[in-house]
């Protein structure tokens, strides 16, 4: 089984490194210092008091590569259609893409029973460059539960969390995400295989939406957020719009908005990653995170105010501080 996971930053360097470890074959796409000190020293992973130092196949190059039995994308949504063409070569007749990637995805609706089967959604998509050129027949979807971070080149600091569920957008258990799940099993991680794999990405989008936006719109950290009462009004809002928009298209929720909200209280003096790439000058997943889900609103006929009130506000930001790199496709 040929693995490569194209963005192995933090969470992709986590993946790659216990893949690794396992004696799976992996092979990384980086870039940059990071790419350079795992090209001459390996990738250091650090759990706890303990290192563990790997050494897979790190390229920046995927022609160099060839074709793959999966490939594990853990860039941000935007930086995807960037590279779509530079992920051919990695594109075999059977390689499966997995969708490691925060926010709403572009296949969302691929494979969808109801009335938006197979619609397209410009604002994580603008023109269907990813559709049609990575393809959603090809897509498993993976929500990711760790925390991680770069603490310098070639070096990953594992935080907490080992679980990537995983789902076909059709629901099936097929033999391709089942061979999936065991491998990552084997290296050590959770990974179930879920049927309806879009239930527990909105329980997590739940969060992404309005945590990430306020907290770029404050500075305050998660916990921060849901103490004051100004902003944990917001923040429900913001939920309770984006519930009826799930329901609308068929999603079960497991938990209840406050239940969702404490959960994120629960973590603590934490800085979302929207304000940690705000901080650092680097463009931010508005357009995933919350755009995409005012365009599902508009789509279903739900009034969204608060979300797109926020939107709105977070994309001025995010313009005036050149944090924005793509014109919002809303």
Known sequence: MKICIYGAGAIGGLLGAELALAGSNVTLIARGPHLEAMQTNGLTLIKGDKEFVTRPAARDNPAEIGPQD???????????????????????????????????????????????????????????????????????GCIVYPAAEVSEPGIVQHIEGNRFSLGEPSGKKTERVQALAQEMVRAGLRAPVRTRIRDELWVKLWGNLSLNPMSALTGATLEDLCQNSETYAIIRAMMVEAQEIGEKLGVKFAIDVDQRIEGAKAVGAHKTSMLQDLERGRPMEIDALVGAVAEMGRLTGTATPMIDDILGQVIEVAQQTSCYDLEPGI
């Open 70 to 140: 999966y490939v594990i994308i853990t860039l941000k949504a935007h930086s995807v259609p960037g590279i779509v063409e530079d992920i051919r070569p990695l594109l075999g007749p059977d390689t499966a893409v997995v969708w490691a990637v925060n926010g709403v995805p572009w296949w969302y609706f691929y494979s969808l029973d109801g009335p938006y089967r197979d619609k397209r959604l410009n604002t994580v998509d603008p023109g269907g460059k990813q559709w049609e050129h990575i393809g959603p027949e090809r897509i498993i």
